[in-house]
């Protein structure tokens, strides 16, 4: 990949080198991460990139051009497609959610049961919209978050986007026999929303979720690595992913030679299926700064990236006052969220420096981007290690990049 002078891009190149020497030290060489790949770029041109340590096992050194699980970094992909409707005038925020999953025309609200009991019958759960899918404040769950036994019944349905799933119809169709954990819009909870919003997208497009992105994202901006599934012929550049593991070294959790990411999946899940390369998210973060449009072709425009990089919470509140969730990909403090996007609300309180209406996101493999549209600045990080809280690492590359910028257009 080609880079530009960090000086072209009012950046300082000694302090840049801060990023790869911080990396060695704090986590390749102690063995807390097997590699990482760091790209930032401002005006869409990158400007650093820093490929490090090894993408498997067994030793095999980690490539420009590696395949990395980035688990909910699909979410911003998938609103980003469902914005692309609304343009078209197929969907409107405000849409009730049954007029594309009729399935959950019978929801109810949690009201006690659950577990090894019955689940007590609870009122009806009226007025999810698609902007409550979008923001999660649709009253769904995931099974990750080990709090209820609402959640519970999605672990044991297997309901957290697995790729197992039998398709759409039956995805929706037993999340429809699960309760809410509240009523929609009076709550926050990381969710499979967006998984709900892939299966409107395709129902409204008539394309399947996977052929929607190529077509309408992924090929007129160039991301021709990224996929629901890694194509045999490029096994070879798929990485390993590592379980984090207290105290000791992590262990393997999925062997990239070994691995059942190379058969399409049966259910493509929007908020968490995408294989990708970090010179392929770097072009769909290059739209992002870009205002909706790179590579010359135009995905959304301006004003609905506007639109989706506000905060939605009630109020204007941070999400520290209303999430639910045990986990997510947010630190709380400072940020709100928007339509598909944690958005930074006020560096201050989140303790980090960045720009208010800086907009991001990560994955549960520890991978994480974040756009600054105030200094039109990216960043792409990638690595292999689940859970994505296991270590501070996107406050500190944070922290370092922007240590390193010497001209503000703040």
Not at 231 to 253: F, H, I, S
Not at 297 to 316: C, D, E, F, H, W
Not at 335 to 359: H, N, R
């Amino acid at each position: 990949m080609d880079l530009i002078r960090p000086e072209d891009a009012g950046f300082d190149a000694a302090r840049l080198a801060r990023i790869p020497a911080f990396l060695e030290e704090r986590y390749l060489a102690p063995g807390k991460l097997a590699g990482t790949d760091v790209l930032v770029a401002r005006d869409g041109l990158p400007f650093f990139r820093a490929t490090l340590g090894k993408a498997r096992a067994d030793g095999t050194p980690l490539r420009e051009d590696a395949i990395f699980r980035i688990a909910s970094m699909t979410k911003p992909v998938t609103s980003i497609a469902l914005m692309m409707l609304v343009e078209e005038g197929l969907i409107a925020l405000d849409d009730p959610v049954t007029r594309f999953v009729p399935e959950f025309a019978n929801l109810t609200v949690y009201a006690g049961g659950g577990g090894e009991a019955p689940f007590v019958p609870g009122r009806p759960a009226t007025g999810m919209r698609i902007v409550d899918l979008l923001t999660h404040m649709s009253g769904l769950t995931y099974g990750i978050q080990n709090r209820t036994n609402v959640d519970a019944a999605y672990r044991k349905g297997k309901l957290d986007g697995h790729a197992s799933l039998p398709g759409n119809d039956h995805f929706v169709t037993e999340l429809a026999k699960i309760p809410l954990e509240y009523a929609p819009g009076t709550g926050w909870n990381y969710s499979v929303s967006t998984d709900v919003l892939g299966v409107i997208v395709a129902r409204v497009s008539g394309l399947s979720l996977g052929e929607f992105f190529r077509t309408r994202i992924f090929e007129p901006l160039g991301m021709v690595d990224t996929a629901f599934h890694c194509p045999p012929e490029k096994q070879d550049r798929l990485t390993d992913a590592w379980n984090y593991v207290p105290g000791k070294p992590p262990e393997l959790l999925d062997e990239a030679a070994k691995t059942n990411l190379t058969r399409e999946p049966r259910f493509e899940s929007g908020g968490g299926g995408l294989l990708s390369t970090t010179a392929d998210y770097h072009r769909f973060c290059a739209m992002l700064t870009g205002g909706g449009a790179a590579n010359g072709a135009r995905i959304v425009s301006p004003k609905t990236l506007q639109l989706m990089a506000r905060n939605y919470l009630p109020g204007g509140v941070d999400l520290t006052q209303v999430s639910t969730s045990l986990f997510s990909e947010a630190n709380n403090a400072g940020t709100g969220f928007g339509l598909g996007f944690g958005v930074l609300l006020d560096p201050a309180k989140a303790l980090v420096p960045g720009s208010a209406g800086e907009f991001f996101w990560g994955g549960i493999f520890s991978t994480a981007f974040f756009i600054d549209p105030v200094e039109k600045l990216h960043m792409v990080f990638m690595t292999q290690l689940l859970p994505s809280s296991a270590y501070p690492i996107r406050r500190q590359l944070k922290t370092l990049i922007y240590g390193a910028m010497a001209q503000s257009r703040a």
